[in-house]
């Protein structure tokens, strides 16, 4: 059974990491801040005082952080991963970042003899605590059929989509889902409100048939409810979206809607909103609507 | 039993009158041309030669025709069916239609003795052929309650939302949330495309999570496969999207991804596909794309 190190213990990647030790795993974790390391610690888990640590006494090392500065950190910085990376190693990065950043952390671990997988998550922090994560996958296909059995006491759906970058592709792929289907899921409900509609029987009638979502069945709720606490942040969001507008620019394609997304989330920020649930977009259409 | 009468054979009438008379309903049916009116008359239905007929010969009539003018001729024009209308006739009419216009036409009738329901539905020939259409009803209780098994024999999902022209409304906010959806899927397969990815592999893989909408399953995999074979018509999505609009305009209620969505249909109905399924907007965003 290989030995899993695990960086970056923050809402996501602790219980994904407390999985691992269900599954039964070898754990050696690391975390900026003590106490989520300590936590591990009591679950099992050895404490690594560095990145490099992680990697030198692991077979496969898992990156679990916010932004693509953070992984390019904790893999290429000092007392980084990469500096005990070797040939049968395997870097597997479930963060979100830029898939052109990570292009460039594989290629350098390639050259040490490890590998690197993309493999970034939807499904959020529910997700993660139940096992039930959707991981898509970019990389090496030998690495990605050995790293499986891993993956899979993390989530459920998991699939391979293409070389490195791929997973990452295909999660900027998601985020434009995602926000089209919320911005149209704050436009119904505003439209129904201001229309004198009872805005909860109203999800509860369109939910069976094809104007269904996700985010109509699980967010929409939360928002008539304005209860705006975060399932998935605000401010991580837009990150996300930075990240497909900047990779849109690359490609030279227009994005009219995630476009519109951002900008009305940058109003939902300067709100003050940046550390509430995505859902928390249906304030800023009560105010084009006059509701607030 | 009520008797039922029935106008309007089109594509969606057609079924729904078809899953009245499987269900032991006496039915009087009327359509313009006379081609559809003669299949259901070889299934057991009477025709009837006016609408006034239909309603004379009915406890229960049903409007499935395309527009607000239509049904304002066949229930207020001459020979219309409130020439025959008196107190325990219940009008209900499932097409998509102004529900400024639903009022005046429930008005009208309501002077008579007869009540009208408002009760548009989603789900396509699909549901309709199946019996699993969505109903969304407006008007009064009672009337509602005498009808339900009626409804019961062509839906599935069944919500009284409130007085006339609720029904409507309710419509129209599925109406918003259906382009929400499209566009997001769009957007995504257009991205997935110009990133290199499997566009496929990609719905496979989200379908699962919280980007996923009906339309992703069921819409993406066409726009792939460039079968824009209709469902749901663009141009009947377009007049739905000008109820839409004009609604808002009532409610001085801005739609910034609504009105964005019907002025990208106009793009695609300039390119010819008015007559094609919704879905054939994959074709404007490939346009952006300068993948076409």
Not at 46 to 66: F, H, L, N, W, Y
Not at 165 to 181: D, E, F, M, R, Y
Not at 217 to 233: E, M, S, T
């Amino acid at each position: 059974m290989k030995r899993i190190g695990f960086i970056g213990l923050g809402i996501m990647g602790r219980p994904m990491s407390q999985n691992l030790l269900k599954a039964g795993y070898t754990l050696t974790v690391y975390n900026r801040s003590k106490g989520a390391a300590e936590e591990l610690a009591s679950a099992g888990a050895k404490v690594a005082g560095s990145p490099r640590q992680v990697a030198a006494e692991s077979d496969v090392v898992i990156t679990m952080v916010t932004d693509t500065p953070d992984v390019e950190q904790v893999i290429l910085g000092a007392g980084g991963v990469i500096e005990a990376a070797r040939e049968g190693l395997v870097v597997i990065d479930m963060s979100t970042i830029s898939p052109k950043v990570t292009r460039a952390i594989s290629a350098k671990l390639s050259a040490t003899g490890a590998q690197m997988l993309d493999a970034p998550v939807s499904g959020g922090d529910k997700g993660a605590r139940e096992g039930t994560l959707t991981i898509m996958v970019g990389g090496p296909e030998a690495a990605f059929s050995d790293c499986l059995p891993i993956l899979q006491a993390m989530g459920k759906k998991i699939v391979r989509m293409g070389e490195s970058g791929a997973g990452q592709l295909t999660k900027l792929a998601n985020q434009i889902l995602v926000v089209g289907n919320m911005i149209g899921v704050c436009e119904c409900l505003v439209f129904a409100k201001k229309a004198g509609l009872d805005q909860k029987l109203v999800i509860e009638s369109l939910s069976a048939g094809a104007a269904s979502s996700w985010s109509l069945v699980n967010l929409g709720p939360k928002a008539v409810d304005r209860d705006f606490a975060p399932g998935f942040k605000v401010k991580l969001l837009q990150k996300d979206l930075k990240l497909v507008l900047s990779s849109g620019d690359e490609l030279d394609l227009a994005l009219p809607s995630t476009s519109a997304a951002h900008q009305l989330y940058n109003a939902l920020q300067a709100a003050g909103s940046g550390e509430e649930g995505t859902q928390a977009l249906i304030k800023v259409f009560e105010q084009l609507a006059g509701l607030r």
